[in-house]
């Protein structure tokens, strides 16, 4: 019988994610002390029986539950915008990759160090072994060391999909003529999965993401032995 962690996403596996997560349970902490602190109210105001029916203004009241709110945005907007610019820097990536959406696949280029192009498809059911997930496996994962800086590159031939990995915290979109970039850095090694996240046809939900994140010396192998 699956378990309750068995139904939840992979663990955080970079710093933009862990980030991520941090912002998450900060806003809700805001918005579970508002959320209370309203209810408090509606049921005060409901459950007394005083009342001011010839109350005509309140400035100061008016001016706290003005001033309260921006105050609040303001504790949700700074860590917010930290976390853009974080998703946003390259600092001097050492591997640079492209990615290719088709309908409904993906391809690979590592252009840095020789010529090595693969096609990534979803495994049929039929070829899955007993350790793979379905609709999840690609007969071919894309191979990166951990604890590296990377710069991934990211266009499509024919509708926008994107390439997204939540372990990692990456979501960028692939768009026809254009190309965009987003930046990976791995803590550690390990299988992460994710899919295309924009409704880009019939297959959408059948283009996969694998990455297999091993140590430098695997990774320099892999590369000789390709």
């Not at 600092?91 to 492209?98: A, D, E, G």
């Amino acid at each position: 019988m699956a378990s309750w962690s068995d139904f939840n996403s992979q663990n955080s596996n970079s710093p933009v994610m862990e980030q991520l997560i941090m912002f998450h349970d900060h806003t809700m902490m805001i918005v579970t002390m508002i959320t209370i602190t309203v209810m408090y109210m509606m049921l005060s105001l409901m459950m007394t029986k005083l009342g001011n029916r010839m109350l005509l203004e309140g400035q100061s009241i008016e001016l706290i539950w003005t001033i309260l709110p921006a105050v609040m945005l303001i504790f949700i907007a700074l860590p917010s915008l930290k976390i853009l610019y974080m998703i946003e820097e390259t600092n001097k990536p050492m591997i640079t990759i492209k990615a290719i959406g088709h309908q409904w696949f993906w391809s690979y280029e590592y252009s840095d160090f020789k010529k090595i192009e693969f096609d990534s498809y979803m495994k049929p059911t039929n070829d899955l072994e007993d350790n793979e997930f379905r609709l999840l496996e690609t007969d071919n994962r894309i191979i990166l060391p951990y604890n590296t800086q990377t710069r991934i590159l990211m266009t499509s031939t024919d509708v926008i999909h994107s390439w997204t990995i939540p372990a990692l915290g990456i979501k960028v979109d692939a768009s026809p003529g254009r190309i965009n970039q987003g930046n990976i850095l791995m803590n550690r090694p390990g299988l992460f999965f994710g899919q295309c996240s924009e409704i880009c046809g019939a297959n959408h939900s059948f283009m996969p993401i694998v990455i297999e994140s091993i140590n430098m010396t695997s990774f320099l192998n892999w590369l000789k032995n390709y």
